[in-house]
């Protein structure tokens, strides 16, 4: 038992939607563990790269849409030239639109489900071979609360549905996979303070009411999401797989 089982010292990730909001804050935390850490998203980010060389962290920053199959192989392969080897893999990257279902169209539908979903089996599919040579590995889904609960008042179902197959894809690869020493958690945040709610600032109804029914009262940070997910990528969760890591401020407590 040692607070040095929370470093990440001599391991390599791969951090999906590293760019901006909650994987960029993995990305800060993961080097101040001592990481080394390939981004990826489909644009760059000059103020977050700049911010991550400025603290000296190791990374590399590789342009790429997740949604393409030849995506995860690629960049997977990618992290093993760039640095010999290939421990945590973060599958963060995600997009969420809201919508009545009667005029959510089949391409919206498609568009929400192979981004949460689709790619992120295919990134697991890809680095269980190259981690199963190495002796193990840890594979972070971000899944969500709508994965657990249905929120309010915006209607969402097929986010909803994708956070609900990231959990039970997690779920279901843990038991798979535990016999290879690779452990697979997945976090489900509440209400973040990231681009993806940036709804909050023009929508006060919504606001509102996402407050409200946040016992802690507040958003949560992309920061606080970090600590959750080092925290299941680390050898301190070293008996933790399988897990859906609940961070939304008391929300699903309701
Ligand atoms: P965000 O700031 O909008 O970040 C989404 C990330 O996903 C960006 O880096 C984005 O980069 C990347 N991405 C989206 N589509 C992609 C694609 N086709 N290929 C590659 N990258 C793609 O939102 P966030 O809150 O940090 O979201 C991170 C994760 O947390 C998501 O899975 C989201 O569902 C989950 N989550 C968020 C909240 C919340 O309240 N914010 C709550 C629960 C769960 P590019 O657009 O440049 O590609």
Known sequence: MSLKDFRLDGKVALITGGNRGIGLAVAQLFGEAGAKSVLTARRDNPEGEALLKKSGYEFDFVSADATDPKTPERLI????SKYGRIDILV??????????????????????????LTQLF??????????????G????????????????????????????????????????????????????????ETDMTDVRNTNKEWDSVWRANTPIGRYGMPEEMANCILFLCSPASSYVTGSVLVADGGYTTR
Do not use: W
């Open 77 to 80: 392969d990618h992290t093993i």
């Open 91 to 116: 599958n963060n990257a995600g997009v969420a639109q809201h919508g009545e279902t009667p005029s959510f169209t089949d391409e919206m539908y498609e568009k929400i489900m192979t981004t949460n």
């Open 122 to 135: 295919r990134f697991c599919r890809a680095v269980i071979t190259p981690m199963r040579r190495q002796g």
């Open 137 to 192: 590995g840890a594979i972070l889904n971000v899944g969500s609360i709508s994965g657990i609960v249905t929120n309010v008042p915006q209607d969402q179902v097929a986010y909803n549905a994708s956070k609900a197959g990231v959990h039970m894809l997690t779920k279901s690869l843990a038991n798979e996979l535990a016999g290879d020493n690779i452990r697979v958690n997945a976090l489900a945040p509440g209400y973040i």
